[in-house]
């Protein structure tokens, strides 16, 4: 099983519009961050895509995917979720809408603004079939866990992926470590983490936060995402253990 970063970067991006880097060095490809979501895949060749980013259409290009096995959100808010109308391209060659998951709260509001998604409308099918996760247990040869973490005043859903006896989990969008991503994280394999920033921030982990939960679960490998401006590439690489990995777009990590 392997995990694919289609995006690194915070809700912004790197750089952020009017070409402002930040601490980044421009000349580093790898600093170049898009909107977070990954694919998992399996090694019967089944994707799952987490958060359908404003990037999402150049991401799968970039990657030439073009199925999608089921798609997860971890939350609405737009950075995560607004990139959803780039699925009708995968929809044309389908006999059905394509599954898709998240928590009871997320399901509402994204039913609420993308309507036509997960109803069709105006003689357009149906892109995606969207349901809650209390009722998923397995798809397309994986089995699927999550939690629900604190996101400020907000939540966002944790998910952590098995297949083939291994395991990848991704929690982003997190401002305080809970008992259930304790539990649900041990051991794992690959953690794919927020990480925003070197500095406490009330809604994101910061590094300190990043390291601690890689610490508590005894992870396998972590890598760090969703990074602004102020995360140097080369100068993190140096800052984290062996183990920890520094997220870039186009990243892959087999399990």
């Not at 602004?228 to 399990?255: R, W």
Request: with cysteine.
């Amino acid at each position: 099983m392997k995990v694919l970063l289609l995006g690194s970067g915070t809700s912004t991006g790197v750089p952020r519009i009017g070409n402002d880097w930040g601490e980044c060095d421009p000349l580093e490809p790898k600093n170049r961050r898009s909107r977070v979501s990954i694919i998992v895949e399996n090694d019967d060749g089944a994707r799952l895509l987490v958060d359908t980013s404003p990037d999402l259409r150049n991401q799968l290009l970039r990657h030439d995917i073009d199925r999608l096995d089921g798609i997860f959100w971890t939350h609405d808010h737009a950075d995560h979720c607004h990139g959803i109308d780039d699925l009708r391209a995968m929809r044309y060659s389908r006999s059905g809408p394509m599954p898709g998951y998240a928590a009871d709260e997320t399901v509402r509001r994204l039913r609420q603004r993308f309507g036509y998604v997960f109803a069709g409308q105006h003689g357009y099918s149906t892109i995606v079939q969207l349901d809650t996760l209390e009722r998923l247990r397995i798809i397309a040869g994986f089995s699927v866990e999550s939690t629900q973490m604190p996101h400020g005043p907000a939540q966002s859903t944790a998910f952590l992926f098995e297949a083939d006896g291994k395991t990848i989990g991704y929690a982003t969008d997190f401002s305080e470590i809970t008992d259930g991503m304790l539990d649900m994280f041990y051991r794992v394999d690959i953690l794919v983490c927020d990480c925003l920033r070197r500095q406490p921030h009330p809604t994101h982990a910061h590094l300190g936060m990043a390291l601690e939960l890689t610490e508590k679960v005894r992870a396998g490998r972590t890598i760090l995402t969703h990074l602004d401006k102020s995360m140097d590439y080369a100068i993190l690489c140096k800052e984290v253990p062996e183990n920890v990995h520094v997220g870039y777009d186009g990243m892959e990590m087999i399990a």
